[in-house]
């Protein structure tokens, strides 16, 4: 589907998160923010702002600013725009590896199967795993 610059800018007001304070004009020796409710998106290449009434696309290569005017090129810029879902948390929960001592791997490797060692106000015992149900 064919797209234009100006629905794709349309679409990305929605994505875009409200900064308080971001538009700033330096008046003589003063500096006055502006109060309007300016909308940001940034990426390393590519930058949208939302003024209201009106927004723009712009590329951004060292101190340059380009308005984006190519349908391919706003849309490799909405692409970067895009955040990246954490999908390997599981990954990162996983326990480190702790280097244990030679008397206590012995002394780990004497528990029989099926059982835990827990330490509580009792003191420290065996107690029977619970087996769980797989679903």
Same mark, same amino acid.
């Given at each position: 589907?064919? @797209?234009?610059?100006?629905?794709i ?9 409200? =900064?308080? +304070? ?19 998106l940034?990426?390393?290449?590519s ?8 927004? +723009? ?5 060292g101190?340059?600013? =380009? ?7 706003? @849309?490799?810029?909405?692409? &970067?725009? *895009? &955040?990246?879902? +954490? *999908?390997?948390?599981? =990954? ?15 002394a ?6 099926g059982?835990?060692?827990? &330490?509580?106000a009792? +003191? &420290?015992?065996?107690? *029977?795993? *619970? ?5």
């Amino acid at each position: 589907m064919a @797209q234009s610059v100006e629905k794709i800018e349309k679409a990305l007001k929605l994505k875009a998160t409200p =900064k308080v +304070g971001a538009l700033s004009l330096k008046v003589g020796a003063k500096r006055v923010t502006l109060p309007f409710d300016v909308r940001v998106l940034s990426s390393e290449g590519s930058l949208f702002v939302h003024i209201p009434p009106s927004a +723009g696309l712009f590329s951004l290569s060292g101190k340059d600013i =380009k308005k984006i005017d190519s349908v391919d090129a706003a @849309q490799t810029a909405v692409k &970067s725009f *895009r &955040s990246r879902k +954490g *999908r390997g948390a599981s =990954k990162a929960k996983a326990s480190a590896a702790m280097p244990l001592s030679p008397e206590l791997e012995a002394a780990l490797s004497k528990i029989p199967a099926g059982y835990k060692l827990v &330490s509580d106000a009792k +003191g &420290s015992r065996l107690v *029977r795993s *619970r087996a769980r149900k797989t679903k």
